[in-house]
């Protein structure tokens, strides 16, 4: 068995990121699956034009919350970081 070139801490960053990998997965696999089960029952209730619409609103509000937490949210949580974390004059 050859030994390992990577050190232990970038072994630990991608196994991390393999577990997150696995658990957005997970996830997107359940809100797709939330999203058939819409449709399907819109459609069945013999409300055809139902079940597109509500899955199309929920997949545009969804996108646009995603768009929020990347745009705004993300630099204002840095910037406490930032704040939270600089050096004080005395």
Do not use: K
Request: glycine share 6%; net charge positive; with cysteine.
């Amino acid at each position: 068995m050859r030994p390992s070139r990577l050190s232990f801490d970038e072994t630990l960053t991608l196994w991390r990121a393999r577990e997150v990998y696995r658990v957005q997965a997970v996830l997107r696999g359940l809100l797709v699956l939330f999203f058939c089960c819409e449709f399907l029952t819109g459609f069945m209730l013999g409300h055809w034009w139902f079940g597109p619409l509500l899955v199309g609103l929920q997949w545009a509000l969804l996108w646009c919350l995603c768009w929020v937490f990347e745009w705004c949210l993300r630099p204002l949580a840095a910037a406490i970081a930032t704040w939270l974390n600089a050096p004080t004059s005395r």
